[in-house]
């Protein structure tokens, strides 16, 4: 099993930062992915980042040039500093992860329960 867990979100400001933070424990061999998707009430989760070995990082084009997502491979962890928040930001933030586990030859999706970030205009 793998637990992936968000922290950072909040409430602040249009124009603000925050700095979103996920780890990943349990039985990992290894890490593909890691991303950040985001989710509106009433809406489709759509993806804000992805970070990659050997690839550069990818951006939705909302967020480009205001968030930069980073890694930390030896801890299994991945940020997302957003800067420059607007109120379309406003969404609950899931952090994901592809990961083989040991014992287990394929890949899997894991996500993590997600944490709220609002933006106020």
């Known amino acids: 099993q793998v637990q992936l867990v968000e922290s950072g979100g909040g409430l602040v400001q249009t124009g603000g930062s925050l700095r979103l933070s996920c780890v990943a424990s349990?039985?990992?061999?290894?890490?593909?992915?890691m991303a950040w998707y985001r989710q509106v009430s009433d809406g489709q989760r759509e993806l804000v980042a992805l970070?990659?070995?050997?690839?550069?990082?990818d951006y939705a084009e909302a967020v480009k040039g205001r968030f930069t997502i980073s890694r930390d491979y030896p801890n299994n962890m991945v940020f997302l500093q957003m800067n420059s928040l607007e109120p379309e930001d406003t969404a609950v933030y899931y952090c994901?992860?592809?990961?083989?586990?040991?014992?287990?030859?394929?890949?899997?999706?894991?996500w993590g329960p997600g944490t709220q970030v609002t933006v106020s205009s």
């Open positions: 970070i990659a070995s050997a690839r550069l990082p």
């Open positions: 349990g039985s990992i061999f290894s890490i593909n992915r």
């Open positions: 994901n992860a592809y990961v083989k586990s040991y014992g287990i030859n394929v890949y899997r999706d894991y």
